[in-house]
């Protein structure tokens, strides 16, 4: 094999690699692990084997959703790259570098998405989960893989943030509780919903650096339709859900440690959504930070969850 060819390889192999967003595949692992760690709290045991299997159908179905809006984004994430690249937004910036086209990244979300659904089936039929096993998955295939897809394409409905909220908040956790019970908690209702506002958070912030693009690309999101000034209080509002919810979790059953835990992602959330509310959108390098902290206060708060329910 010629070196040019290794070269190559190495390149694909590269792109590919950006094109799965591994620094961004824990903001729906996290969830799911945090409801495997709810359902181990009530019932005692721990299935691993399930849990791995559960593991690969959650990430399979975020590398298609990933690959599904690198394809179908590709016009304003072009613009976004020309306006000035972000970390959080914008796109790879894969395809447009011409490493990978974008029927190639097609083709990749509709083989993620069908392994996703060939595990799912092994789960359900190889392990004896319940029967909500492949709607619960459906939901997440089909909140996925239609993100960005035509002709649904959530994210330029004006609601698809709020997709993002159910599919990335309520449903990991949901189903990481349910595979090995077969049954729903009351808390698996309440803990999801700072995990929710948090991701929608995450979505938010990161359409405020694509806002110039999105707006010439035609792409209807909740940012270009509300516009920037009301978004940063949208941002603002979401917080607070975020904490209100956290503490009334405590007063539905969660250890009331999740308080501290939680400690660092609120005070987080705190100083982003006053300095949203302040105009601080407006640079872009300071709106860098912010899109990296929404991350921040997104993980810290399935974390904080995790680490009360495991220790409690």
């Given at each position: 094999m010629s070196s040019e060819a290794i070269v190559t390889i190495w390149d694909k192999s590269k792109a590919w690699f950006t094109l799965a967003r591994p620094q961004f595949l824990s903001v729906g692992v996290l969830p799911f692990i945090l409801g495997f760690i709810m359902a181990r709290h009530d019932e005692g045991f721990f299935h691993w084997a399930l849990f791995g299997w559960g593991v690969l159908s959650v990430i399979l179905i975020m590398l298609s959703t990933y690959w599904a809006g690198e394809c179908f984004d590709y016009q304003e994430d072009r613009?976004?790259?020309?306006?000035?690249?972000?970390?959080?937004?914008?796109?790879?910036?894969?395809?447009?570098s011409g490493f990978v086209s974008r029927r190639d990244s097609f083709i990749g979300s509709v083989v993620a998405l069908s392994l996703a659904g060939i595990v799912g089936l092994i789960i359900w039929v190889g392990y004896g989960t319940g029967p909500l096993t492949i709607p619960l998955g459906l939901i997440g295939m089909i909140g996925g893989f239609l993100y960005s897809t035509p002709p649904v394409r959530w994210v330029s409905t004006g609601i698809g943030e709020i997709?993002?909220?159910?599919?990335?908040?309520?449903?990991?956790?949901?189903?990481?509780?349910?595979?090995?019970?077969?049954?729903?908690?009351?808390?698996t209702f309440f803990v999801p919903i700072p995990i929710a506002a948090s991701i929608f958070n995450v979505i938010l912030a990161n359409e405020f650096p694509d806002y110039v693009s999105d707006l010439s690309a035609g792409k209807q999101n909740f940012l270009v339709r509300f516009g920037r000034v009301r978004g940063a209080q949208i941002y603002a509002a979401a917080s607070l859900i975020m904490w209100l919810g956290v503490v009334v979790s405590v007063f539905v059953g969660v250890p009331a440690t999740i308080l501290a835990y939680s400690l660092p992602s609120s005070l987080a959330a705190l100083f982003v959504s006053i300095r949203m509310l302040q105009g601080k959108w407006e640079n872009r390098r300071e709106l860098e930070v912010l899109c990296?902290?929404?991350?921040?206060?997104?993980?810290?708060?399935?974390?904080?969850?995790?680490?009360?329910?495991?220790?409690?």
């Open positions: 613009i976004s790259g020309e306006i000035g690249r972000s970390r959080f937004a914008g796109g790879t910036g894969v395809i447009q997709w993002i909220g159910l599919c990335y908040g309520f449903l990991p956790v949901l189903t990481g509780y349910y595979l090995p019970t077969g049954r729903f908690d009351y808390l990296g902290l929404s991350i921040f206060v997104n993980l810290g708060t399935s974390l904080a969850y995790i680490l009360a329910i495991y220790w409690s």
